[in-house]
C-alpha cells in the first residue's frame, strides 16, 4: 500500500530501533513471478512499514529498548509509527532448514526507523478497507493488526482514556479509501490488543 504519511514525519523525528518480531519459521511457498517453489521465511509477529509500534524492555536477553506490534502490548496503546520497512542487519535474514524455527534472542533483530506521535498533531493514518461509518469528531482506535484505523465503539465499558485519536472527516462505511485525516490529543493512540 502506497500512503502520503511520509510527509508527516521529519527526518528529525525519525529514530532507530531494533524490532522484536518474535520467532523466524520456515517455509516453501510459490514464487509468484516464475511459479518455482522458493523457500520463505516467516515472523510470527511482524513488521511492515506502516504498523503502530511501541516501546517495551527485551526483558529475554539484551535488557534494551525495543518496538513492538503495538496490538501486542500490555498498555493497550502506540506510542511510535514506522513509514519505513524494517531492515536487516548485516543485509540478510538467518536462514535454517524448511521446518525449523529460530528462537527470538538467537537471532540479529531487524531494526525499524519509526517516529514517535505527538500530542496535538494531525496524521493521516491508513484506514481499514471495511470500516465503520465515521462522522469528524467520532474517537479512532487502531486495529488489533497494528497497521490500520477504525472506528471506536463507544460504549458503557469504554475508557475515558481511550477518546484520544478523533476524525477530522467523514468517512461512509466500506469505504475503501487508504487514510483518515485525525487529530491526537496526546503522545499514544489507543489499540485493540490481541487475544
Sequence with gaps: MAFRIGTYWKEEDVKTY??????????TGFDIVNNKRTKIAKFSKEVQDGTF?????????????MMGQASLDTTGYATHFNPYEPEV??????EKPVGETITFGNYTPRHVGCAELKA??????????KNAQIKAGDYLIVRD??????????????????????ALEDVPANAGQEEIFCYTKEA????????
Design 18 to 27: 531494533d524490532v522484536n518480531e518474535g520467532d523466524i519459521s520456515f517455509d
Design 53 to 65: 509500534l511501541s516501546l517495551y524492555i527485551d526483558s529475554t536477553n539484551s535488557k534494551e529498548l
Design 89 to 94: 542487519a548485516g543485509g540478510f535474514i538467518p
Design 120 to 129: 496535538g498533531k494531525e496524521y493521516r493514518f491508513p484506514l481499514y478497507a
Design 145 to 166: 493488526d497494528s497497521r490500520t484505523i477504525d472506528k471506536l465503539n463507544i460504549t458503557e465499558a469504554t475508557k475515558p482514556e481511550d477518546q484520544i485519536l478523533q
Design 188 to 195: 499514544r493512540v489507543p489499540v485493540t490488543k490481541k487475544v
